[in-house]
């Protein structure tokens, strides 16, 4: 029954740094997966990161790898994507997503939060 909301999205310069937050109503499962998915305007939505919600094991997209990084807060039921090093490109609508199986494929998520809008211009 966890529900998820995402907020810090916003207007960046290219090279800049944003931080999203994805608060869950609940507590999540302890062997819950916790991700971050995409979705630019006339793209499908595309993986971002993933990390175990009871651990810090983490994964990465090719895309985002060394520039992004998702973290964690147990106590406050909260997951982080500190994004540096923006580019243009990734300008989209950042969706966090909690999986009983983990994994990279959409599919494989249940709970998907409203999303925040992510743009990236000079």
């Known amino acids: 029954q966890v529900q998820l909301v995402e907020s810090g999205g916003g207007l960046v310069q290219p090279g800049g740094s944003l931080r999203l937050s994805c608060a869950a109503s609940?507590?999540?499962?302890?062997?819950?997966?916790m991700g971050w998915f995409r979705q630019a305007p006339g793209k499908e939505r595309e993986f971002v990161a993933r990390?175990?919600?009871?651990?810090?094991?983490?994964y990465y997209s090719d895309s985002v790898n060394n520039r992004f990084t998702i973290s964690r807060d147990n106590a406050n039921n909260v997951i982080y994507l500190q994004m540096n090093s923006l580019k243009p490109e990734d300008t989209a609508v950042y969706y966090c997503?909690?999986?009983?199986?983990?994994?990279?494929?959409?599919?494989?998520?249940?709970?998907w939060g409203q999303g925040t809008q992510v743009t990236v211009s000079s």
């Open positions: 990390i175990t919600w009871s651990s810090s094991i983490t």
């Open positions: 997503a909690a999986s009983k199986r983990g994994g990279s494929d959409l599919s494989r998520y249940d709970t």
């Open positions: 609940t507590r999540t499962f302890s062997n819950y997966i």
